[in-house]
């Protein structure tokens, strides 16, 4: 039996707020607007805008301390191809989770 694990960091909570919506959650609408909307969830993460908002206004800064433990407390290594970081990852878990925190600006390069 082949089997494709593929991971991808759809929704997140940070102080009680959520952020990201699941497909099931997502508003009826006409089709091409579902279509617009499904295409947004498969590429992953959609909460984006509100987080980057969010944590703008943050003046507690607990944004971005969830963003960089996601970003550092993992075993991905990192390693540099023609100048794009390629992650490493014993698991798809690891994977998305450090990809979603480098969406978000938290990039991980490097072990020291």
Known sequence: ?????????????????????????APK???QDKV???????DGFNGGKQLEADR?????????RFLEILAVSHTVMATSKDGELIYEAESPDEYALVKAAANAGWEFKSRK
């Open 56 to 64: 703008a206004s943050s003046p507690s800064g607990s944004i971005d």
């Open 1 to 25: 039996t082949l089997t494709q694990n593929d991971m991808a960091l759809r929704r997140l909570s940070i102080g009680g707020k959520k952020y990201g919506t699941f497909l099931s959650e």
């Open 36 to 42: 617009e909307v499904q295409g947004l969830l498969e």
């Open 29 to 31: 609408k006409s089709l």
